[in-house]
């Protein structure tokens, strides 16, 4: 039975008063959040670290870009996100654009990670054990992996084989860090004490809890600043081994293919490239075909 015209007046009414009266559902996020963060914030964002990088950001990473941006909101003293990208695109500064780029790179490394690599590459280097090598380790990250490298070297060549590597990353600031070479000894944990003993310095005093690589190690290596996607690579001379591990997972597809194509031309033919476990080239066996687990050569 419906109710009598004034009784439902009455009724909606005490129904609005209800909801006036019960507190709106709260965005608990937006509410501890420093600065106001949108969905046309995040989309920003997406396009310009996807121009300037090659990075496909997908949808799930709102809190992380959030979080890692709203440091530079504090470093240049804006108050909003967009005016900070207002004024990165306006002023075109490289060298906030390179903190911008910092701020979102992710560098997750280990020494001698994925051991297989290092035992294909010491099988590689014995079969010309005088050198010369030349190699490019294209995500150095904060040094672990190309110290690994210059280690399975000295390790397998002869004495006074010419053997180099170029060390490169796009990010700028842990690129500093793997010049310096200095870790903390709890990081060094998974390493022998033979390779403890012939290839770091033991920090003393204030430096204790510390290691440095020895300068045999940091002798071999030249770091630079690359960025995969732009077509100004500086190399005149091509590699003999490339590893890009554990980078194109950040790229889509097209992107992918254009930085494999460029990697194809700095490697000499025959050369080997080494690349993270989760990624697959089986689409591009017109440049590289499949060698043993994750590990290609150039076609």
Same mark, same amino acid.
Request: charged letters at 25%.
């Given at each position: 039975? +419906?109710?009598? !015209?004034?009784?439902?007046?009455?009724?909606?009414?005490?129904?609005?008063?209800?909801?006036?009266? /019960? !507190?709106?559902?709260? $965005?608990?996020?937006? %509410?501890?959040?420093? &600065?106001?963060?949108?969905?046309?914030?995040?989309?920003?964002? %997406?396009?310009?670290?996807?121009?300037?990088?090659?990075?496909?950001?997908?949808?799930?990473?709102h809190?992380?870009?959030?979080?890692?941006?709203?440091?530079?909101?504090?470093?240049?003293?804006?108050?909003?996100?967009? @005016?900070?990208?207002d004024?990165?695109? %306006?002023?075109?500064?490289?060298?906030?654009?390179?903190?911008?780029?910092?701020?979102?790179?992710?560098?997750?490394?280990?020494? &001698?990670?994925?051991?297989?690599?290092?035992? #294909?590459?010491?099988?590689?280097?014995?079969?010309?054990?005088?050198?010369?090598?030349? #190699?490019?380790c294209?995500?150095?990250?904060?040094g672990?992996?190309?110290?690994? #490298?210059?280690?399975? *070297?000295?390790?397998?060549?002869?004495?006074?084989?010419?053997?180099?590597?170029?060390?490169?990353?796009?990010? /700028?600031?842990?690129? @500093?860090?793997?010049?310096?070479?200095?870790?903390?000894? $709890?990081?060094?944990?998974?390493?022998?004490?033979?390779?403890?003993?012939?290839?770091?310095?033991?920090?003393?005093?204030?430096? @204790? *809890?510390?290691?440095?690589?020895?300068?045999?190690?940091?002798?071999?290596?030249?770091?630079?600043? =690359?960025?995969?996607i732009?077509?100004?690579?500086p190399?005149?001379? !091509? &590699?003999?081994?490339?590893?890009?591990r554990?980078?194109?997972?950040?790229?889509?597809?097209?992107?992918?293919?254009? =930085?494999?194509?460029?990697?194809?031309? =700095?490697?000499? !033919?025959? *050369?080997?490239?080494?690349?993270?476990?989760?990624?697959?080239?089986?689409? /591009?066996?017109?440049?590289? =075909?499949?060698?043993? +687990?994750?590990?290609?050569?150039?076609?």
């Amino acid at each position: 039975m +419906k109710p009598e !015209p004034a009784l439902a007046h009455a009724a909606t009414g005490r129904r609005a008063a209800a909801r006036a009266a /019960s !507190p709106a559902p709260v $965005d608990e996020d937006a %509410q501890a959040r420093e &600065f106001a963060w949108s969905g046309a914030d995040f989309v920003r964002v %997406q396009k310009l670290i996807y121009q300037h990088a090659g990075i496909s950001l997908h949808d799930g990473k709102h809190a992380m870009v959030y979080s890692r941006l709203s440091r530079r909101l504090r470093e240049t003293g804006h108050r909003g996100f967009g @005016a900070y990208l207002d004024w990165l695109e %306006q002023h075109q500064d490289a060298g906030e654009w390179q903190e911008f780029v910092n701020a979102l790179t992710t560098n997750l490394t280990a020494f &001698f990670r994925e051991q297989h690599h290092f035992d #294909i590459l010491a099988s590689l280097l014995r079969k010309r054990a005088a050198g010369p090598w030349s #190699i490019w380790c294209n995500a150095a990250s904060t040094g672990e992996e190309p110290y690994s #490298i210059v280690m399975t *070297g000295l390790e397998t060549l002869s004495a006074g084989a010419s053997f180099k590597l170029t060390a490169s990353d796009i990010d /700028s600031r842990v690129l @500093a860090k793997a010049a310096e070479g200095v870790y903390r000894l $709890d990081g060094l944990k998974g390493l022998s004490q033979e390779r403890l003993q012939r290839f770091f310095l033991r920090g003393k005093g204030g430096n @204790a *809890g510390l290691a440095r690589v020895r300068p045999e190690l940091r002798r071999a290596i030249d770091f630079l600043n =690359v960025n995969l996607i732009r077509d100004d690579w500086p190399f005149r001379e !091509p &590699f003999d081994v490339v590893f890009c591990r554990n980078v194109m997972i950040y790229f889509d597809a097209e992107t992918q293919r254009r =930085v494999l194509e460029r990697i194809h031309r =700095v490697l000499k !033919p025959g *050369g080997t490239l080494f690349v993270g476990h989760a990624e697959n080239f089986s689409d /591009s066996r017109d440049l590289f =075909v499949l060698r043993g +687990k994750t590990a290609y050569d150039r076609v």
